[in-house]
């Protein structure tokens, strides 16, 4: 079972630059999300979607866009990086009668 | 969601338990306590959560006090790769209510 994956795991962009993370997963989970994770500190909820066609803010949803393509996957775009926007990055699921969230694994992404 | 207050950091020797506090004095009814753990900037991984009765599964147990004020996270004979950071969490299973991670408690596993 892969869960939830994550691409890129890690990379590296100029001041400026735009680019898309993406995510899927393969558990027929209908809420997805995304954190960002800063060193030292907790996660923090950038968007999330609870349906197909849904998406919602979370706590810091400035600079991001997000697309809830289809049921499994829910990709994150940065349209002009900021270092700012140095972080990890982190995709979630969960289903409805879930309780736990699951988590990709990750990606790493520096603005330079 | 209510706020939780952890301890920032534990050592356990490895082989015995280890007992995470957590309180969160301002808990509502119908919100639930999570527990979840990150290891070394993986993912966090789901542990184990209680709304009142204790809990436990093939991982942890999950000690709620009577009045929900506090809660401890157990782990029965901790090993070195239990070494990570845990998060205690509040929340209620309404539908759009978000996980909220705060600071969490580092556990260092020593030989």
């Known amino acids: 079972n892969a869960g939830v994956t994550q691409t890129p795991k890690f990379q590296v962009l100029k001041t400026g630059q735009s680019m898309t993370l993406q995510c899927a997963q393969d558990?027929?989970?209908?809420?997805m999300y995304w954190y960002r994770q800063d060193p030292g500190m907790g996660l923090r909820l950038i968007y999330y979607?609870?349906?197909?066609?849904?998406?919602d803010k979370g706590e810091v949803p400035n600079g991001y866009n997000v697309s809830r393509l289809n049921k499994r996957e829910f990709s994150l775009r940065l349209e002009s990086a900021a270092p700012s926007q140095t972080s990890v990055y982190f995709c979630?699921?969960?289903?409805?009668?879930?309780?736990?969230?699951?988590f990709g694994s990750g990606t790493r992404l520096t603005v330079v | 969601d209510a706020k939780t207050t952890q301890p920032p950091s534990m050592d356990c020797a490895e082989g015995r338990a280890a007992n995470l506090p957590c309180n969160h004095s301002?808990?509502?009814?119908?919100?639930?306590v999570y527990w979840y753990r990150q290891i070394h900037s993986q993912g966090p991984q789901y542990i184990i959560h209680?709304?009142?009765n204790n809990e436990t599964n093939e991982m942890a147990s999950l000690i709620i006090t009577e009045d929900r004020k506090s809660s401890t996270l157990i782990l029965p004979h901790a090993t070195l790769r239990d070494t990570a950071v845990y998060y205690c969490?509040?929340?209620?299973?309404?539908?759009?209510?978000?996980?909220?991670f705060g600071g969490g408690t580092r556990l260092m596993v020593k030989p």
């Open positions: 979630a699921s969960r289903g409805d009668s879930s309780y736990g969230y699951t």
């Open positions: 558990m027929n989970h209908n809420s």
């Open positions: 979607s609870a349906s197909e066609g849904t998406t």
């Open positions: 301002t808990i509502s009814g119908n919100e639930y």
């Open positions: 209680g709304l009142k």
């Open positions: 969490i509040v929340r209620s299973n309404n539908a759009g209510n978000m996980l909220t």
